[in-house]
């Protein structure tokens, strides 16, 4: 890709992300159905300068805020959830160059982003003791570069990537970033990813065997831990926008159904399905549920903005907060809305061909990327004792 648009502010870059949402609705269930990658809508992503969005604003960048970014995930979601979570990690990974780039790393990768070149991840591994228990190395050569060694699995954007951010030990067990090329000799990125949901998203295995780094290329994630921090809310808002958009865009599916394919049931006593009081009744719950997610996601971005602007140990543990309270409410509205879909449309809504289960699979799927209930625990202390949550990516 030789370049891209150069979006200018908040106000385009939400007018860019729901014009390319409501393109990218269309042929989301059979993208879904046939599992076709979504290699075209990507480039269009890139090229549409949506992806350089938080660039900040002394390297050429819109620099939106967090409130922007998460509204950008959700209208992308609520189209499809997969092409939704593709460029995640992306953002995340540019937040951790604004975090602890150095000025020639960040005038470098912020470049490339602003040309529409994307961040995939590689981060997750199987088989460790838990989810923090990275093994994947970082060993220093006498040249002072590093060769990358490990496996990778959930790699979700890896496949599409011009750069995959690797997490990585170095020999005195810090964690670190590596920056490294897609064509890297000894990556090999693998398509084998075979979940419920989400399955366009190419979330496989990468493997790294002896792949060189030169010292440049690697970026002191550790130090972003030792003080008052934003990278897990920032990365956990967006997927509290992604289960968002998700419950948004099944209820709007429904009633599209319902509208326009449903019967009444015979006992109602109605011409059509959408007079039935006790169908209206159950959309309202769901207009409810969604409402609520929406308003809490609204809510944890503007704390996010606000500790963007006065970083302190309490104004990041309230962003933190508000975050998980968001994700843990729109987590809960994307299943159960996903499933009530049925419920509502009836027995013909439960076609394969119609494709409507993606909504719930992708849900489901997506969810599990973190659990809730350690989310509410979070919530609980803090309410209750004042205890600020932990320092970590996943909060």
Do not use: C
């Not at 002896?210 to 002191?220: D, M, Q, Y």
């Not at 989310?375 to 004042?386: A, F, S, W, Y």
């Amino acid at each position: 890709m030789s370049g891209a648009y150069v979006i200018a502010d908040d106000t385009e870059a939400l007018a860019v992300a729901a014009e390319l949402a409501a393109d990218f609705r269309t042929g989301a269930a059979e993208r879904d159905a046939r599992r076709r990658l979504p290699d075209a809508e990507l480039e269009r992503l890139s090229a549409s300068g949506l992806l350089a969005v938080t660039v900040p604003a002394d390297h050429g960048g819109a620099d939106v805020r967090a409130a922007t970014l998460a509204e950008i995930f959700r209208l992308l979601a609520a189209a499809d959830a997969s092409l939704a979570q593709i460029p995640q990690s992306h953002f995340v990974y540019v937040n951790v160059l604004r975090r602890q780039g150095t000025d020639e790393q960040q005038k470098f990768f912020f470049g490339e982003v602003l040309r529409g070149k994307r961040f995939g991840n590689a981060q997750s591994e199987a088989g460790t003791r838990h989810v923090q228990d990275i093994r994947t190395r970082l060993a220093r050569r006498p040249d002072g570069s590093y060769l990358l060694d490990g496996v990778k699995h959930y790699s979700t954007g890896a496949l599409f990537a011009h750069w995959i951010p690797v997490l990585a030990r170095t020999e005195d067990d810090n964690l670190h970033v590596a920056y490294v090329p897609r064509d890297a000799p000894g990556l090999t990125v693998v398509d084998d990813w075979d979940g419920m949901g989400q399955r366009t998203t190419a979330g496989g295995t990468v493997r790294l065997e002896s792949v060189p780094v030169p010292a440049h290329r690697i970026v002191p994630h550790h130090l972003t831990f030792r003080g008052p921090q934003l990278h897990g809310a920032l990365a956990q808002l967006l997927h509290a926008a992604i289960d968002a958009g998700i419950a948004f865009g099944a209820l709007a599916e429904a009633v599209e159904f319902v509208r326009t394919k449903s019967r009444p049931w015979f006992e109602s006593g109605f011409g059509t399905a959408a007079e039935d009081p006790l169908l209206i009744q159950r959309f309202g719950e769901l207009a409810i549920r969604v409402r609520a997610a929406d308003a809490l996601l609204a809510a944890a971005a503007r704390s996010v903005d606000a500790a963007r602007a006065d970083l302190t140990d309490d104004s990041a543990a309230e962003a933190s907060i508000a975050v998980a309270a968001a994700k843990v409410t729109a987590a809960e509205a994307a299943v159960d809305i996903g499933s009530a879909l049925f419920e509502v449309s009836g027995t013909r809504s439960a076609l394969d061909s119609l494709g409507l289960h993606r909504h719930w699979r992708d849900a489901r799927t997506h969810t599990l990327h973190d659990p809730s209930r350690w989310k509410v625990q979070h919530i609980g202390r803090h309410v209750l004792n004042g205890t600020r949550p932990p320092r970590h990516g996943l909060l």
